[in-house]
């Protein structure tokens, strides 16, 4: 665990991405993607699908339809390629392909427990969300949880799920007195622009510290089971 800056104490509201960050999905999303890029007729093993594949890595974290429109251009083809790609993530994850991120119910629980707001967030559609939750005994867990949808249709890395759950859970006076934590520089990037107090990378997932420390990340975790440490030590 590193620290690049300081934070403010008095951190009032949690707002943790799904896969890669609470949820280890194991490359679902790829796999998905390959069936959707089969959907538009992009053959696997083709240099368009390992240009288009790259650029999913390159952007875990980002809506998936605003993905599917930057890689196949028109809206309706954006479309049947995102209703493809979360049909097949949805098959996956109903065949038991998915766990929790070790200790991050723990976590989430403990966190709950002193008091915090937590919300969970997602790029996929509300469908896939609900499947994921649905497969870990997770639809409890949190009071909260928000897909692009929820925040008026932008994803990340925008901050506006962020911000969401800032207005919706009233747990928080301030922007500052927000954590965000995700796997994903999109993540942070979107906490940076909400204005959070406390915006982690964590390594379990897509991106690595540089991306973190660029997209401007105030500090990189091991893991979401690092949080409530890094919580104490501010409070």
């Known amino acids: ?33 390959a ?10 093993g083709s240099a368009e699908h390992a240009e288009h594949l790259a650029y999913v890595r390159a952007t875990m974290g980002e809506s998936k339809i605003s993905v599917f429109r930057h890689l196949f251009g028109d809206e309706d083809r954006a479309q049947r390629a995102n209703s ?14 998915i766990a929790p991120v070790p200790g ?6 403990e966190l709950a427990g002193r008091g915090l707001a937590v919300v969970l967030t997602t790029g996929f559609a509300r469908v896939t969300q609900d499947a994921i939750l649905g497969a870990l005994g997770w639809r409890d867990l949190v009071p909260l949880t928000l897909c692009p ?5 932008r994803g990340r890395p925008y901050p506006d799920m962020v911000l969401e759950a800032f207005v919706r859970t009233k747990a928080a ?27 982690a990378g964590v390594r379990t997932g897509a991106h690595g510290d540089d991306a973190f420390r660029a997209a ?8 979401v089971a690092a949080l409530p ?7």
């Open 84 to 97: 493809a790609f979360e049909k097949a993530y949805g098959d996956l994850v109903d065949g038991g392909l």
């Open 149 to 153: 949808a929820d925040a008026g249709g």
């Open 229 to 235: 440490a890094l919580l104490t030590g501010e409070r």
């Open 104 to 109: 991050a119910r723990e976590t989430i629980e």
């Open 35 to 44: 069936v959707a890029a089969a959907e538009l007729g992009v053959e696997p």
């Open 1 to 33: 665990m590193s620290s690049v800056t300081d934070t403010p104490e008095n951190i009032r509201l949690v707002v943790l991405d799904m896969a890669g960050t609470t949820v280890a999905d194991g490359g679902l999303v790829e796999q998905a993607f």
């Open 216 to 223: 401007g990340a105030t500090h990189v975790l091991d893991s």
């Open 173 to 199: 006076e301030d922007v500052r007195q927000v954590a965000v934590v995700g796997d994903t520089s999109y993540d942070v990037l979107s906490g940076v622009r909400a204005g959070a107090g406390l915006v």
